[in-house]
């Protein structure tokens, strides 16, 4: 980048000669890039999907408890709302007030799994 001739010093730098450039944008114009709308599209659609799946995770009108024991167990377990009743594995019911003794298997053969979520809820309720 050349100095143009005569340009003024740089206030406070003067002294030591030093001068800045002329510089002109008035001819240049920013390059636009192609947008690629199929990989637009596709994070939407995962930005959609993710909402869905955070709205379905959220218990409605349980309480705080309620929805510790269904984060900790959904980590782990195939895990959903129905209604203010946690299903677990779609096999064990856990009912409100959410506690150890509020869980219960559908049947004698899905109680196999019972002692594993009635840990995470002992662990999880206070």
């Known amino acids: 980048m050349a100095l143009a001739p005569g340009a003024p010093p740089v206030p406070g730098l003067a002294h030591t000669g030093i001068h800045y450039p002329i510089l002109s944008f008035d001819k240049g114009e920013p390059s636009i890039g192609a947008v690629d709308t199929m990989a637009m599209k596709e994070r939407e659609r995962q930005a959609v999907e993710k909402e869905l799946l955070k709205e379905a995770r959220q218990g409605k009108g349980v309480g705080i408890e309620g929805q510790e024991i269904f984060d900790a167990l959904v980590r782990t377990l195939p895990t959903r709302w129905h209604g203010t009743t946690i299903i677990v ?32 809820v002992r662990i999880t309720d206070p």
């Open 89 to 120: 594995l779609d096999s064990i019911v856990i009912t409100p007030p959410f506690g150890v003794n509020n869980c219960h298997a559908l049947s004698s053969k899905d109680a196999t799994s019972l002692p594993r979520v009635k840990k995470v």
